[in-house]
């Protein structure tokens, strides 16, 4: 097995890993997904993959890809589970990554759908950085903090490096680096309510 298929493994591990505590959490209602994130997340994710295997990634989707289930499974979740707390704010991020599906396929342009990708994934990150901010209890902490470590794995992993392969999986780490950080400090400020 070869250094990057060691990666790739390690890294859909990780992702895999980090959503057993997180799917606890739901089921015990400590958690409370916030669904237009996790809705937002199963889209871009599954768009993201396509449009990274086909220009090369290889082994480097697998935890993407593995990833793209599981969010599924969790925006399932938020249906009974997940916060109600949706504002004109989360609505307006959830019609933005819809019509950055849009555009992708009507235009086919990998490049330009990696960047409406990662910079829409962003935004379907503002209604849970939102809430996790007001709520910081109401996230699982360590889900967030082993992201970031599986997607430095994706990094290691992918086959070919270029804006394509590269981008969406270094925005995932940047929006789980700020998860993890902005709970962790809320969490010092604000004492847990239970």
């Excluded at 400590?30 to 290889?58: D, E, F, S």
């Excluded at 209890?137 to 070919?160: D, K, N, P, Q, R």
Aim: proline fraction near 4%; aromatic fraction near 12%; charged fraction near 10%.
């Amino acid at each position: 097995m070869d250094y990057k298929t060691i990666c790739g493994i390690i890294a859909s591990l990780i992702g895999t890993g980090c959503f057993i505590p997180y799917i606890k959490d739901i089921y015990k209602k400590k958690t409370k997904p916030h669904i237009y994130t996790w809705l937002i997340w199963t889209i871009l994710q599954v768009t993201g993959v396509i449009a990274m295997l086909k220009n090369g990634a290889g082994i480097g989707v697998l935890a993407l890809g593995t990833g793209s289930v599981l969010c599924a499974y969790t925006c399932i979740l938020s249906i009974k589970y997940g916060t109600k707390n949706i504002t004109k704010f989360d609505s307006l991020c959830l019609i933005g990554a819809l019509a950055s599906i849009v555009v992708y396929i009507l235009m086919k342009d990998p490049l330009l759908a990696i960047i409406l990708i990662s910079a829409i994934d962003f935004v379907g990150f503002l209604p849970t950085l939102r809430k996790a901010y007001i709520e910081p209890y109401s996230e699982t902490i360590t889900m967030f903090a082993f992201f970031s470590l599986s997607g430095v794995f994706t990094m290691l992993a992918l086959h070919s490096y270029s804006v394509v392969t590269a981008l969406y999986p270094l925005t995932l780490i940047g929006i789980n680096v700020i998860a993890t950080t902005v709970l962790w400090w809320r969490r010092r400020k604000i004492p847990n309510p239970l």
